[in-house]
């Protein structure tokens, strides 16, 4: 074998050797810090703290603006009709006896520390379901989640209106809508 060949073959190895080294560097960097999560268009609002604070029963109202009546704008635009606030009460899970108050703006559930509120379990997705306010009726739109977003024992497969009451299962945490 050539002196010129046995470079080469050398030149390649030590090459292959440290594509090697980057890709292991790479995957480390991923598991380290992770990745960018993406924004979701309508999430939640800007000011609203997500919730991810202690899992203690004692400590779970949010402190968030609370409007005591929504206003919506009729036909005409001029006199409003009113709808009363509604709450989110979780009723088993890891944040058992949490409520979360709701505004009008829409409500992002997920893994993400992006989302309004934050479901941090195996089965929950970064951006798993959202609560949006259609009128005056709440919906629940499942946002492509791997395990699904199921309401009063169906699976949500387009958005569908809240029954007050319905237990609504992201993950392993059931809540409720509650007036």
Do not use: C
Not at 20 to 28: D, P, R, T
């Amino acid at each position: 074998m050539s002196e010129l060949t046995l470079l080469l073959l050398r030149i390649g190895f030590l090459m292959l050797m440290w594509f090697f080294v980057f890709a292991v560097v790479y995957s480390l960097r991923a598991d380290l810090f992770g990745v960018k999560v993406r924004r979701m268009p309508d999430a939640a609002p800007a000011g609203a703290a997500p919730v991810s604070g202690p899992s203690d029963a004692t400590a779970a109202v949010i402190a968030a603006p609370r409007p005591t009546r929504g206003v919506t704008k009729d036909a005409d635009g001029g006199a409003a009709t009113t709808t009363s606030v509604s709450r989110i009460v979780i009723t088993s899970g890891p944040k058992t006896g949490l409520e979360l108050p709701l505004g009008t703006e829409p409500l992002t559930i997920g893994r993400s520390s992006e989302s309004g509120l934050v479901i941090r379990d195996d089965y929950t997705s970064s951006h798993h379901a959202r609560l949006v306010l259609w009128g005056e009726q709440w919906m629940i739109q499942d946002l492509d989640s791997t395990n699904g977003t199921w309401h009063d024992g169906r699976r949500v497969a387009s958005p569908v209106p809240i029954t007050i009451g319905a237990p609504i299962k992201v993950g392993a945490t059931t809540f409720e809508l509650r007036k």
